[in-house]
């Protein structure tokens, strides 16, 4: 039977996985705060709610960087303890300022490929 000798990819691995996990963590802040740039041009405007109100977390699970972002407001006037950000989003108003519903969707479609970029960049630059 014909083996491959594979411990130097064992040994690499396990060199580099605290470095993938450390040197990855900084593609979800910067894929955030590049989904929030270009998102905020198709955020409804009108009173301001939902400009200032981007909020993204970034957590680890088992061995998955997870990035939640997205935009919530619940407390003001025009809520009624709804999500306002939701109702925005989902529902297709009439926005005579600036902005469209499904804005997040919008904002993801444009900068998608520059996100992959981030990560892709990250990566190599995390296991050299």
Do not use: C
């Not at 699970?61 to 997870?66: A, E, F, K, M």
């Not at 006037?77 to 989003?89: A, E, K, L």
């Not at 989902?90 to 981030?118: A, C, M």
């Amino acid at each position: 039977m014909f083996r491959v000798d594979d411990t130097r990819f064992i040994r690499w691995t396990r060199e580099a996985g605290p470095r993938l996990k450390k040197g990855l963590f900084n593609a979800p802040i910067d894929a955030g705060l590049l989904i929030k740039e270009t998102t905020t041009p198709y955020v409804p405007l009108d009173r301001g709610y939902l400009e200032d109100a981007y909020e993204q977390r970034i957590y680890t699970l088992l061995d998955q960087v997870i990035l939640d972002f997205g935009y919530h407001v619940k407390n003001n006037p025009y809520s009624r303890g709804f999500d306002y950000s939701w109702i925005q989003h989902e529902k297709p108003l009439k926005h005579p300022k600036r902005g469209t519903w499904k804005y997040l969707d919008k904002g993801i479609i444009h900068s998608q490929n520059t996100v992959f970029d981030i990560i892709e960049t990250e990566f190599y630059q995390a296991i050299q």
